[in-house]
């Protein structure tokens, strides 16, 4: 093979006593004998094209090869590898790691082995070597070349953007037509190539491995990804194709999956000549085992798919190498065919204790140099992508993550370590490069979600098993869930304790897990460990203002982007209402698209992670935001049209049915994970926000800083443009208010009237003949109407009577009626007995039905009919109701969001109802000053790791992203009702910035980056926690204040 240079073998690394090969062996064992006697020479395609030709002899297992070639990479991970060659019937076939060479490969000379990746794990973020994600890179090209990776236009082209620019570097017009002319990634191209060219724009400063990483993000959500299609047919003769990947067996139809198989629900696979047949375990709902039949084209294609089905089981599933089966005495029954190689859990272990060398490497196809830097930040592989370089500066490695996640998580990212490169047989070692920092493109990509329940092994003792991250046999789960992607995910029982293998709809009250095995950290980056971010609050302060920019920023999308699209490819918007919004957005957008560039550079220079060249006082904010605030004076004019596009589109949406619907659909995009009429308003609520931030900033500088004087100019600025528009923003924030609330119920005409202010919704319990009833309250102006929840597939509220607050009177009657908290609501033509479920919460509503039946007293008279088609409800509290909701539904409202909810299952009013709470308008208005954005840990009480995920707090809601560059959040948490607190010594959390989050079961630990970040978190949550006590009534000339 030509290797003079003596280099570290990977058997050296796992302490052999001889070369021979890596991957498969664990600390202790010994490699297996290389048998003596002639030599064979094989040729092996890499993925880079090359060939080498590797000696060894006749009567060696396939091992000795594979490992042959791992070692001449130097490839750690080697066991995501394989070697695939075909055999005499022209059948591609994997190399089994346990036969002799000779016996699989007859005619060596006339055969070309492949080495291609051969196990696909859920994310890539599990591969911690640059090298294993370059060569994955490299697979990804090639199936896109050989058309095995299909996807559409976008997909594809962002791919290929990557791909040219970890090839040739940054953007240059001329340099990628010239290379993309020479270069062909997939047929047809050429139409395809002004839109990789715009994709490649916007990967400036991409480093190759940051390509890498964008390149493998984008296609492990593709359907295709890792798929190499079996054909077969069903038992009616339908031609079909079989696949096998980590989650378990797939079935397609062209390149259309129709039905997944688990591993958990598979209880035995096995063919029988040309039949391949998958034994499930019985239903829950059954007592019969199914038996399912696919028929393939001969038996050697059967029994080939058996063992790759076999393998990848193994890999993924277990704990250990399965041990061999003792020989039987007499006669053998079956095959004896076994996986061989270390499981995925092991690769992990070993790669995390760092047992091997960090080795520098090349890309053949680069133009440009890349180096994996030996002291690279833990954090560069967290949620974010590698080119992100912020991180948790208190992060601590040592954590050892348990596997997690929710039910309905679509995407699983194990957060990992880099920890070390090995070159490439045909390359040099070049100088390391600089990273440079710049924005990220959003991905467009086909993405299908699918989540089904996955029971462990739990008779393991955990103290017997080491304590791991790696995705499967983690003794640390009880359940585990699996995607079609791929994805692992825990189902935490307290949370989901009745869940459906089928679950298709995310819950609110679930929330996502990401995989985070740690490394132990080399000297090199204990060195970077020791380099702090700055630690002033103004430095954090600044970053709040870039945080919860980039979260504007993609609320603005929402808009501009995805219903602009939407709207563009339905005709269902009038073009005078389609201008209005989106030539009052659109420049919105582009501006703030600047702003928090220029934000991001300013933090960058204040950290020291660019331009370090440069000379200048750059620790200051102020003038950044002085002179953005105001340019943004000019935008005033798109901001007052704010309240006539709300109005125009609700008045469009109930002029035209087709409209409604279209904006209900878009509705229920994951995208859109707000309402859409608040993403309207978000422009608005936003200079709130600059205010606080500049507000905070004065404060804490002294008045001879040196960043004082432009900070509180523009805090003069902003707060000019926030009392301009204020009396907008208190008639829109009602107007949106009542809208939200109307797409909640059914059974009402004209809730939306001028005059009437939303004052507070709530559970309440009402009593009738068949005792106390769980109702839902909506408290406005001038009426009180009460509702239960619906049955229907739309899950809003029938509303069942209303009572005129004009002539009502109020009296607390708990030794009436021997009901705590109980009040009676007497009006001029019924009363009603309603109870509430603590002190506070009847103190709320006795405070607000107060001060609203003072309000309606001085208004002009009664109120209109409100009903649809239902009679007022005059029924007195011991007459029986005939609207009673099903025992069931009554028992799930009250215990959790678990369960399956259809379409508007988890806004405000929903979440209200399962926990039993109320919310007022003031508390609606606190919410939109407290909203907030940024990395937090998070842990579970269960686990021992940490977590890193990008957070969006709003609207009573914590949102969870893997990284801020995510169009839409994988989980909700909503926090009404939740109570805050700091965790105590007995709990052992013993890390700094921690807050405790629990309601009934469940319990998280939230972890901030310091002492300041951690007070916001704390002030914002418990602004959702606890509904704030009134302090100042409502009236018509302020129904609520900023």
């Given amino acids: 093979m030509g290797e003079t240079e003596q280099r570290p073998t990977a058997g050296s690394r796992l302490g052999a006593q001889e070369n021979a090969g890596i991957s498969t062996l664990e600390h202790g064992q010994k490699p297996p004998m290389t048998p003596p006697g002639k030599l064979i020479s094989i040729k092996i395609q890499m993925l880079d094209d090359t060939q080498e030709t590797f000696d060894v002899p006749q009567r060696a297992p396939g091992k000795v090869l594979h490992d042959a070639v791992c070692n001449h990479l130097n490839l750690v991970e080697g066991d995501y590898f394989g070697l695939e060659f075909p055999d005499h019937k022209k059948m591609m076939v994997w190399l089994d790691l346990l036969k002799p060479v000779m016996k699989q490969i007859r005619r060596p000379k006339h055969v070309v082995v492949k080495f291609v990746v051969k196990f696909f794990p859920p994310d890539h973020a599990q591969l911690q070597e640059e090298l294993t994600r370059y060569l994955f890179a490299l697979q990804v090209k090639q199936d896109l070349a050989q058309g095995r990776l299909t996807c559409n236009d976008t997909s594809t082209a962002l791919l290929i953007s990557h791909i040219v620019q970890s090839e040739i570097g940054d953007f240059d017009e001329t340099i990628d037509r010239e290379h993309l002319a020479k270069n062909k990634y997939i047929p047809q191209q050429e139409a395809l190539e002004d839109k990789i060219m715009e ?52 079935v397609f139809q062209g390149h259309t999956k129709i039905n997944a198989f688990n591993w958990a629900k598979v209880r035995k696979l096995s063919f029988k000549r040309k039949r391949f047949l998958i034994k499930l375990r019985p239903d829950v709902n059954s007592s019969f085992q199914d038996t399912l039949e696919f028929l393939m084209a001969s038996r050697d294609f059967c029994k080939s798919f058996w063992k790759i089905c076999v393998e990848h089981h193994a890999f993924f599933r277990l704990f250990e190498e399965p041990k061999p089966k003792p020989k039987p005495v007499l006669f053998s029954r079956g095959s004896s065919f076994r996986f061989s190689g270390r499981t995925q859990k092991q690769v992990l272990d070993y790669v995390k204790e760092g047992g091997h060398k960090k080795v520098q490497f090349e890309r053949k196809h680069s133009k440009i140099h890349s180096i994996r830097s030996l002291t690279a930040q833990p954090s560069e592989q967290h949620t974010e992508v590698p080119k992100q370089s912020t991180s948790l500066a208190h992060g601590d490695d040592n954590d050892i993550a348990a596997v997690q996640s929710s039910r309905q998580e679509k995407e699983l990212k194990a957060s990992t370590e880099d920890t070390g490169q090995h070159k490439s047989p045909s390359l040099k070692k070049s100088p390391k490069e600089v990273k440079k920092v710049d924005g990220a493109v959003v991905s467009t990509v086909e993405e299908e979600e699918e ?57 609110p009250l679930i929330s996502p897990l990401l995989n985070d095995p740690s490394c132990i950290r080399t000297d090199d980056e204990e060195e970077v460990k020791r380099k702090r971010f700055p630690t002033e609050k103004a430095y954090f302060i600044a970053k709040e203002a870039a945080t919860t920019e980039r979260t504007y920023l993609k609320d603005l999308e929402v808009i501009t982007s995805w219903f602009q699209s939407a709207v563009n490819k339905e005709d269902c918007m009038p073009d005078t209402l389609k201008n209005l919004i ?14 928090l560039k220029e934000i991001e550079q300013r933090l960058a220079l204040w950290e020291g992670r660019s331009n370090a060249h440069i000379k200048g006082d750059y620790q200051r904010i102020g003038d950044v935001m002085l002179k953005n605030i105001q340019s943004m004076k000019q935008m005033t004019i798109h901001l007052r049209k704010h309240n006539e596009i709300l109005i125009e589109l609700e008045n469009g949406i109930k002029n035209s049915r087709k409209l409604e619907t279209f904006c209900r659909d878009f509705e229920l995009q994951k ?14 609520h936003r200079l709130m926000h600059y205010k606080q931030i500049m507000e905070r900033l004065c404060k804490h500088y002294p008045p001879d800083h040196i960043d004082f004087r432009d900070s509180r100019a523009a805090l003069a600025e902003i707060s000019e443009m926030v009392a301009q528009l204020h009396g907008n923003m208190i008639k829109m924030e009602n107007f949106q208010k009542l809208h939200e609330l109307k797409k909640d119920l059914i059974g009402i005409d004209n809730l939306v009237i001028p005059g009437r202010e939303f004052i507070r919704l709530g559970s309440l319990s009402k009593l009738s003949g068949k005792g106390l009833q769980q109702r839902m309250f909506f408290l406005f102006n001038d009426i009180l109407l009460y509702t239960s929840r619906g049955l229907t597939a739309s899950n809003q509220f029938k509303v069942h009577g209303h009572l005129p607050l004009y002539g009502m009177a109020m009296e607390v009657s708990e030794e009436e009626w021997g009901v705590p908290h ?7 033509h019924q009363s009603i007995v309603v109870a509430a479920s603590s002190r506070a919460e009847m103190d709320k509503w006795t405070e607000d039905i107060q001060m609203a039946i003072e309000l309606a007293e001085k208004s002009s008279g009664p109120t209109p009919e409100l009903l649809a088609s239902s009679p007022p409800d005059n029924k007195s509290p011991d007459e029986t109701t005939v609207d009673q909701e099903s025992e069931d539904d009554l028992s799930a409202s009250r215990t959790s969001l678990e369960r399956q909810s259809p379409h508007r299952g988890n806004t405000t009013v929903h979440v209200c109802w399962h926990r039993n709470t109320s919310v007022s308008m003031v508390d609606f208005s606190i919410a939109v000053e ?70 009934k079961s469940h319990v998280y630990y939230f972890r901030a980056e310091s002492e300041y970040t951690f007070e916001r978190w704390m002030e914002v949550i418990r602004s959702a926690t606890s509904s704030a006590s009134r302090t100042r009534a409502l009236s018509h000339k302020e129904p609520h204040a900023y």
Wanted: glycine content about 6%.
């Fill in 199 to 250: 994709f490649h724009r916007n990967h400036m400063g991409q480093t190759p491995a940051e390509s890498d990483f964008q390149l493998l993000e984008i296609a492990r959500r593709l359907e295709m990804y890792g798929i190499r299609l079996h054909p077969a047919k069903d038992r009616e003769g339908t031609k079909i194709n079989l696949a096998v990947a980590n989650t378990g067996i797939l």
């Fill in 451 to 507: 989540a089904a329940k996955d029971r462990m092994q739990q008779n393991r003792p955990q103290s017997q098993q080491p304590s791991t991250g790696s995705l499967t046999g983690s003794p640390h789960l009880s359940e585990l869930s699996i995607n079609s992607q791929g994805g692992p995910s825990l189902v935490n029982r307290s949370l989901s304790p009745n869940l459906s293998p089928d679950a298709k709809q995310s819950s």
């Fill in 582 to 595: 989106f030539s009052n957005f659109e420049p919105l957008h582009k501006f703030h698209t600047g702003f």
């Fill in 671 to 684: 995208v859109c994970y707000l309402p859409l009429n608040t993403f309207l308003l978000r422009p608005l």
């Fill in 822 to 828: 109980c009040l009676t609501l007497r009006g001029q």
């Fill in 930 to 999: 407290n909203q907030l954005s940024g990395n937090l840990l998070r842990k579970f009480k269960n686990s021992n790791g940490w977590q890193k995920l990008w957070v969006v707090f709003t609207n009573f809601c914590m949102f969870f992203y893997k990284s801020h560059q995510d169009n839409h959040p994988l989980a909700s948490l909503p926090l009404l009702g939740y109570s805050l607190t700091i965790p105590s010594e007995s709990e052992n959390i013993h890390k700094d910035y921690v807050f405790k989050l629990h309601f």
